[in-house]
């Protein structure tokens, strides 16, 4: 799903035989051109747009290897934590921003 105009987390369908790090490090992959590390699970959200029900797993991770190169995105932003707040995020993720801000 995509939402014009409002920050999202990059990332993607598990496909089946994965596992959720093993989707994310392929999405990222996909989407950006680099490695990643997945770490902790940070929130999983369930939010219901007006025409569509979508789960939102988010998890700390890190570039271990690459550039992000822009492929299915219009603009990517690298921010520290208290910047998160300074973007206009979807409001899906708005639960794993609360969390990763420190404000739950």
Known sequence: MTLPNYWEFPGGKIEKGETKEEALKREIQEELGCTIEVF??????????????????????????????????AEVRWVTREGLRSLDWAPADIPAINKLTGEF
């Open 40 to 73: 902790n699970q940070v929130e999983d959200t369930t939010y219901e747009y007006e025409k569509v029900i979508v789960r939102l797993e988010t998890f700390m991770s890190k570039v271990v290897f690459g550039t992000p190169v822009l492929s299915e995105h």
